[in-house]
């Protein structure tokens, strides 16, 4: 098979898995409302680790020590 072939194949058998797994996360998100809940939950967390992120890559030694513990 020539390798412009296998590109294609690659890229056609991407974009079939793709299309399954958003189809899937659809067919979850629609049916499960403990689903929806967990990902409303996780962006929280996501959100709270990228501002946790944040202020722990500051130049000074102890920035960290500027967060609350609860």
Excluded at 28 to 42: K, L, M
Aim: glycine share 2%; proline share 6%; aromatic share 12%.
């Amino acid at each position: 098979m020539p390798p412009r072939f296998q590109v294609f194949e690659k890229v056609a058998f991407s974009l079939v898995v793709m299309s399954a797994v958003l189809c899937s996360g659809y067919i979850a998100w629609e049916t499960s409302p403990d689903f929806q809940d967990a990902v409303h939950a996780s962006a929280t967390a996501v959100r709270w680790s990228g501002d946790y992120s944040f202020i722990c890559a500051s130049t000074t030694t102890n920035a960290c020590d500027q967060l609350p513990l609860d």
